[in-house]
């Protein structure tokens, strides 16, 4: 597997690649890399020649009280894990290699970034939109592959695609969970041992939604209130929202009469975490 560290030398090899009329799956992480992540690359393995994935702990996603420094790091182990599911190539640039010092242009969507995570933190899709525009630039993949863990990003991301004509498609993949339910996340790292036995909250509270679901509750509010009295009953939770909302255009709704996403983000003491399920459609 080859590492790489500057854009010219991805640029050259995915030349190469195309030349010899190979497809190119890419598949964009934050790096410390988990079965969650690894899922992505195998299917993006299984679906395609030639695989990439980045690994870019990408600052302009996050806001200057969030936890960019803090966020956990470890490149070999990442190496590690994407010789072994297939990958062909890492691509983990410097900060100033993707930004330099005079960077101003940037990808802001409106309507699909306005609920859910959007409100908490008004500027982390025109990061993420920014950056994975410039990765899909750099990359120019036939494939690229994204988590349902991260529901919204992913509408956003297939929003973007389509309304900037982008020359690929976006393939969503199901949530990898622990054994015990709770949504496999880099953040999971973060959580004391009493911590991470809380954070079981938020899937219990996911579970119970989709089953009143899934049993033909159509009221929304209903569900909601289940799933909130759930968290609430936690005494290290600290609810952010428990929201619904139409898949894939991320409207809040109130009633389930078509596809919808059910989407929670949750504080377990200092630790944000999320979670959701969708219904009615595949992620
Ligand atoms: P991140 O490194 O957190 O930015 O995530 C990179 C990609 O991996 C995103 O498309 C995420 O949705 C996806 N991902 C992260 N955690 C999971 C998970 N538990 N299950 C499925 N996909 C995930």
Known sequence: MI??????????????WKAQGLSVGFVPTMGFLHEGHQSLIKRAVEENDKVVVSVFVNPIQFAPSEDLEAYPRDLDADMKLCEETGADMLFNPEVFEMYGDTFTTFVDMTGVTQELCGKSRPTHFKGVCTVVNKLFNIVTPDKAYFGQKDAQQLAVIRRMVRDLNMNLKIVGCPIIREQDGL????RNTYLSAEERKAALVLSKAIFAGQQMVQNGEKDGDKVLRIMTDIIEAEPLARIDYVEMV????????????????VAIAVYIGKTRLIDNFIYGMEG
């Open 3 to 16: 590492l790489e560290k500057t854009i010219d030398g991805v640029k050259k090899q995915v030349k190469e």
């Open 183 to 186: 949504a496999k996340s880099s």
């Open 246 to 261: 139409k898949w894939d255009t991320i409207e809040v709704c109130h009633e389930i009469n078509g596809p919808i996403l």
